[in-house]
C-alpha cells in the first residue's frame, strides 16, 4: 500500500494531519482491508483517506463538524475516489448515540475539548482487542487521554515525535509541532468481542 503525500491532498485553509505523522498513526492502527474504522475529527480527510485505501473492503466513518473542513473532506473524497469512506457531519459527542455501528479500530485527531467524553462514549463501540490511536499537540490532553483510557482498562503507549524538514536553499530546518501519537488496546473490560 502506497502512503498518499501531503501535497496530494486539497487543503483549504484547514488543519492537516501531516505525512509523517499520519504514517505512523495509521501504522499503529494494525488495520486490515476488511476493517470498520472511525475517524472522530476528520478535517481535510487525509487519515480518513489513507484509512479508506487500506481499508479497501471495508468502511471508514468520518465525523467533522466544522463547515470548511466538510467542504474540504467532501472534495477529498471525491479526489482520491474512496466509495467506502462515509462522512457524517456534526459533534462527535452529540451524534455516540446515533452512531450503532461497532469498530475494529478507532482514529481521533480532533476532540475540539471534550476528548474525556469522546473517549468514554467510543471506547463502547470498539471491539474487544482492537486499537484507538490518538494525535495530540497538547500535553494536558494527552495526559486526560491516558487517564481516561487506562481507567477504562486500555493498555496504553504514547510517543511524541517531532518533524523538521529543510526550507530554501540554505537548507535551514524548520520545526513542525510536535505530536503525542497516543495508541490504545481494548482489553475486553467494556465493550463487544
Do not use: W
Not at 475517524?39 to 484509512?51: C, F, H, L, N
Not at 485527531?109 to 494525535?135: D, P, W
Not at 518533524?163 to 505530536?179: C, D, E, Q, W, Y
Amino acid at each position: 500500500m502506497m502512503f498518499i503525500k501531503d501535497e496530494e491532498f486539497i487543503r483549504g485553509n484547514c488543519p492537516m494531519t501531516k505525512e509523517e505523522i499520519r504514517i505512523l498513526s495509521v501504522a499503529k492502527l494494525n488495520l486490515r482491508e476488511d476493517f470498520n474504522v472511525l475517524d472522530i475529527g476528520a478535517g481535510t480527510g487525509s487519515v480518513s483517506i489513507q484509512m479508506s485505501k487500506i481499508c479497501s473492503k471495508g468502511m471508514v466513518t468520518s465525523i467533522e463538524m466544522d463547515k470548511e473542513a466538510l467542504e474540504v473532506l467532501k472534495l477529498n473524497k471525491q479526489k482520491f475516489n474512496v466509495p467506502n469512506m462515509n462522512i457524517i457531519e456534526g459533534d462527535a459527542v452529540d451524534l455516540s448515540n446515533s452512531i450503532e455501528d461497532y469498530f475494529d479500530a478507532i482514529f481521533i485527531g480532533g476532540s475540539s475539548g471534550s476528548i474525556e467524553e469522546i473517549i468514554k462514549r467510543y471506547a463502547l463501540k470498539l471491539k474487544s482487542q482492537g486499537t484507538m490511536v490518538l494525535n495530540f499537540i497538547t500535553i494536558d490532553n494527552a495526559y486526560k487521554a491516558i487517564k481516561t483510557l487506562e481507567e477504562l482498562n486500555f493498555s496504553t503507549e504514547c510517543s511524541q515525535i517531532s518533524v523538521s524538514k529543510t526550507r530554501g536553499k540554505s537548507h535551514m530546518l524548520m520545526a513542525n509541532n510536535p505530536i503525542f501519537i497516543l495508541s490504545a488496546r481494548n482489553n475486553g473490560g467494556n465493550s463487544i468481542g
